[in-house]
C-alpha cells in the first residue's frame, strides 16, 4: 500500500493554494492560488481530470486559512491512478447522432458540476451512477442537478 506524500505548508500569508506533487521529482508545487476558495476548487478539479485523462497519476493538497493560519483541508481523492478511459471520451470518432452527443453533454455538464461542489475523483461506483443519471434526464433536470451542486461548492 502507497502512502500519500506530506504536503508542506505553502509560504507567506494563508490564502487557498492546491499543490500538486510531481512523483518524477518527489516535489510538490503551487499549482493554483486565490484570496477565494471557488477559483482554487474549479482549478483542482479541471488540472485532476486533464491529468487522469493524460493517464498521469494525481496527488494534491489543498491549503487554505482557518483561524488566521494554514490549515490541510481534505481533498476526498479516492484514487491515485487513473481508471480505464470512459467510452464517451474516447477520441476515435465524432458522435454519429445527435442523441450520442446530448449524452455526452450532459455527462460534461454533471462532471462540471461535481466538479465545482469538491468532488474531483470518482471511483468506479461513482462514474456508474453518473451515467446513470445521464441516460435517465433529459438536459434541463441535468443542468439543475449540476447548479445545485454547483451552490454547494460555493458554501
Known amino acids: 500500500m502507497r502512502t500519500r506524500p506530506e504536503s508542506p505548508e505553502p509560504q507567506g500569508d494563508p490564502r487557498w493554494v492546491a499543490m500538486l506533487y510531481r512523483p518524477a521529482t518527489k516535489s510538490w508545487r503551487a499549482a493554483a492560488e486565490s484570496p477565494h476558495r471557488s477559483p482554487v476548487l474549479y482549478a483542482l478539479g479541471e488540472m485532476t ?20 493560519t494554514w490549515h490541510l483541508f481534505d481533498t476526498s481523492l479516492k484514487q491515485t491512478t487513473s481508471p480505464g478511459p470512459h467510452p464517451e471520451t474516447e477520441t476515435s470518432g465524432e458522435p454519429t447522432s445527435l442523441a450520442e452527443r446530448m449524452t455526452g453533454r450532459r455527462h460534461q455538464v454533471l462532471m462540471a458540476g461535481l466538479s465545482k461542489a469538491g468532488f474531483y475523483d470518482l471511483t468506479p461506483e461513482d ?5 446513470a443519471l445521464v441516460e435517465r434526464l433529459d438536459e434541463p433536470a441535468v443542468r439543475r442537478v449540476a447548479h445545485w451542486l454547483a451552490s454547494v461548492g460555493t458554501r
Request: no cysteine.
Open 127 to 131: 462514474d456508474s451512477t453518473v451515467q
Open 49 to 68: 481530470q486533464t491529468m487522469r485523462a493524460r493517464g498521469d497519476e494525481v496527488t494534491v493538497a489543498l491549503w487554505g486559512p482557518k483561524d488566521g
